[in-house]
C-alpha cells in the first residue's frame, strides 16, 4: 500500500550536519517534498525536488533521491536551534492527494 | 503566516458530540484539504475540495463530513465523537486541484474530546 517510513527522532547539536531518511513503498510520485512543522505551528514546505533528479541543494539544504531505492534523505548543513521541528516528506499520489508518514522529530541542542 | 485560517484554535467537548472546525484557504487558492494529525498515526489525509466540489477521498471516517462554500471557506463537521478523535486538525490550501502544488498549511485547530 501506500506508505512513507521516516524514522521518529533525530538528535544532534548544534553545528553538525542533520540527514533524515525517508523510504517509499512506491516510487510513482512526480514531485517528493519536504515540509517542516515547527512547534505549535502548521506545515511549511521546505523544498522539493523532482522525480527526475538525483540531488538539489538549496542552501543549507541538500535533498538526495535514489529511485531505485525509494529512498529520499534531506541533509541540514550547519544544524540551528531554530531547525527543531518535525520534518515530514510526503509523495503525491494520483495527483489527487499526499500522504504523509509520521515524521522525524529533529531536536538541536546547543 | 500561511495565509490560511482556522478557527477555533482549540475545542474542548465531551464524547458523543458534534463539531464544525472552520477553514479559509489563501486568497485565490481554490482547493482546500483537511488532515488530521495525532500522534499514533502521524499526519492523515482526510479529504479535498476544489472550487466546490469534492475531488479526493482519503482516511475520512463515514462520521466525518466536509464541504466547500461558494466563498471557497471549508468545514469540517465531526460527529459521534469519540476519545481518538481528539487530535490536530489541519486544513490547508492550494491553487490547483492537483497534489502538485504546494499546499499551504493553517496553524490547526487542536481538538480535545472527553
Known amino acids: 500500500g501506500e506508505d512513507v517510513e521516516q524514522s521518529l527522532f533525530l538528535s544532534v547539536r548544534e553545528g553538525d550536519s542533520s540527514v533524515i531518511n525517508c523510504t517509499y513503498t512506491d516510487s510513482s510520485s512526480t514531485y517528493l517534498y519536504w515540509y517542516k512543522q515547527e512547534p505549535g505551528a502548521g506545515l511549511q514546505l521546505l523544498t522539493y525536488i523532482f522525480s527526475n533528479m538525483d540531488m538539489k541543494q538549496d542552501q543549507r539544504l541538500t535533498v538526495l533521491l535514489n529511485k531505485k531505492d525509494k529512498h529520499l534523505s534531506l541533509r541540514i548543513a550547519d544544524t540551528q536551534t531554530g531547525d527543531s521541528a518535525i520534518y515530514f516528506c510526503?509523495?503525491?499520489?494520483?495527483?489527487?492527494?499526499?500522504?504523509f508518514g509520521t515524521g522525524t522529530r529533529l531536536l538541536v541542542s546547543p | 503566516d500561511s495565509g490560511v485560517t482556522q478557527t477555533p484554535k482549540h475545542l474542548i467537548t465531551a464524547t458523543g458530540q458534534r463539531v464544525t472546525l472552520r477553514c479559509s484557504p489563501r486568497?485565490?487558492?481554490?482547493?482546500v484539504y483537511w488532515y488530521q494529525q495525532s500522534l499514533d498515526q502521524g499526519l492523515q489525509f482526510l479529504i479535498q475540495y476544489y472550487n466546490g466540489e469534492e475531488r479526493a477521498k482519503g482516511n475520512i471516517l463515514e462520521r466525518f463530513s466536509a464541504q466547500q462554500f461558494p466563498d471557497l471557506h471549508s468545514e469540517l463537521n465531526l460527529s459521534s465523537l469519540e476519545l481518538g478523535d481528539s487530535a490536530l486538525y489541519f486544513c490547508?490550501?492550494?491553487?490547483?486541484?492537483?497534489?502538485?502544488?504546494?499546499?499551504?498549511f493553517g496553524p490547526g485547530t487542536r481538538l480535545t474530546v472527553t
Open positions: 490547508a490550501s492550494s491553487v490547483g486541484d492537483s497534489a502538485i502544488y504546494e499546499q499551504y
Open positions: 486568497s485565490g487558492d481554490l482547493s
Open positions: 510526503p509523495w503525491n499520489t494520483g495527483f489527487q492527494k499526499l500522504v
